[in-house]
């Protein structure tokens, strides 16, 4: 396997009683998309808060670019872009303003945010709304500031949390070329997905997960090698075959 | 450190985006202040009416009331005979001055004449001053009277035209005026112990809380949208967000102070430069506690709605308690309750600097207690802060 960028080992995160996140390990290599599925509840967000340094594990190593997130955070979060699974963005400023400032935030001057920002929204396609208020913006466009704003200060792994919930195909469609571009560029991603066809487009490997724990991790192909020929089963029959047919929320 | 400053700054661009927001804390300190104009802005100065019948009409009594109306804080409003008795019936009114038909006639031909006070009772304590107003313009005309008939009498007969001695005593009694040999001047030491005075501190301090408590809304709101997570997954540290969420915090709280004090001084004159000065100090200070205070409240409220509340009551029970808008006697029992609102603190030193005349270094103690405030609300906040609610 090409080089590790991220190795979690052991991790365990209890709320009160609960155990949201009970023993999970996996790595993710460099240039390497990797999605994380589950039903809702399974612990998905969860595991990468812990990974993007905001909740402390109870138990666990995770070691990013070679930093441990326990001891050197800072490091960490130097190389590392979130974008969260529900919109994390300021409405009543512009889309500009939003990345400079988070820009900012990730150390860039000035005139270097300015300039990643421009670039970042042609490849969202949104430059000619850069001076737009993101409250006037439509759901998509909204997903796509979000996503573009994980991806200032040019990061070197990528948590995206559900990133394409509740929008357009042209949309979602912009936002995978858009991580393809950034994988081949050596970008290392994990991304989090109800969609299965949209995991196994995208990801090399994939791990399944529910009730904290991870119950498969293998590529999309193996995984419906396992259950019978990997041209006609689907990875969402995996994943209801692993996962049950019972109701989440 | 100069993330810090984009986190305040961000804030303070938000803020203006805000009109809602905006029009609350910059219009709200204004209107505040045009309703104790309005309550107490009048007490300032003596003013009064003096109501007038001329039976008169002539060239002197219209001379006459022009030197009355002249005095300042006096206003003559001139009515019928008959008006003058309805008003004194009623006692609308308690003074009229009645000047007689044939005034201006008679001093013309040098005789004498009466100006006549109709009044209930002794007046009142108005009426009392009007009256002496008009007695001292009587007395400048009678003596400008007297100067002219002894200049003309003395130069009669030396071939002196009449109109000439006119300009010339004319000239002399302007300047006389303007220069009199006794003058009377004023000498204002510190500012008046009056109702602005009193209350003035009260109100900048509630209203500096209840403002800055509140701005613990904007913390948790944005923890609910997400981007508090967002800023702490950059290279921002929990420490530099809160430094920048009081600084933002702060300068809201000062400018709302700025303006309320600034407009006392400009329009109630209150201030010295210097006290002026001293006072921004406080609010600064005072600014900074309360900021502190609404950084905990953002710290332990779990929505916006709660962190409202908490800044409500949390205000409300500082400003009762803290004597805003009555006086405490030391020693009682209430007085030592009020030593738990930081709002006694600010108001004790405002009233120091405003009311009693005194300086910084007389408000030690007040300060030190404010900036331990602010100090110990700045750590604790920072220690009970959890960026993801349940997480450790
Ligand atoms: N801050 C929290 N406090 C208490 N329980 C939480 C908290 N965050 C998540 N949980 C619980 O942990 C479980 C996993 O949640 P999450 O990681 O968000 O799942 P997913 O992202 O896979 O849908 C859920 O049951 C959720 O209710
Ligand atoms: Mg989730």
New binding site residues.
Partial sequence: MAEEFLVVKDLH?S??E?K??NGVSFSIGKGEIFG?L????????????MLATV?KADSGEITIGGHSVRRDAESVRNIIGVCP?DLALYEDLSALDNMVFFGRMAGMNGKEAKEQAMTNLKMMGLVDRAKGKVAKFSGGMKRRINLAIALMGNPRLLFL??PTVGIDPQSRNNIYETIEDLRDKGMSVLY?THYMEEADRLCKRVAI?DG?QIIALDTPYKLKGEIGSPEQVTLEDVFLKLTGRSLRD | MKRVFFIAFNEVKLYLQDKGDLAFSLLLPIVTFALIYGAFGGQTLFEATAYVVDEDEGAYSSIFLEQLEAVEGVDVELITTSQADTKLERSDVLLVLHIPDGFSEALTSGERTQLVFRQRGNAGQEGQIVANIIRGVAEEMNQEFQVHRQVSDSLQGKGIPEDRIEVVVQEFLDKERRQPVVGVVEETLGGSPDFVNQFLPGIVTMYVLFAIAMAARVIVEERRKGTLERLLTTRLSVGQLFLGKFFASVSRGFVQTLILLGLSYAVFQIFTPLSFLESLVIALIFAGAASAVGLIIASIARSEDGATWIAVVFSVITFMIGGTFFEIAEGTGLYTISRFSINSYANDAFNVIIAQGGSLADVGPELGILAGVMVVGLVVSRLIFRV????K
């Fill in positions: 995160k709320f009160n609960f949201a996140v994380l589950g039903p809702n509840g399974a612990g998905k967000t969860t595991t990468i808060r909740l699974q949390d559900e989090t997960m904290g | 993801v609610p349940g997480g």
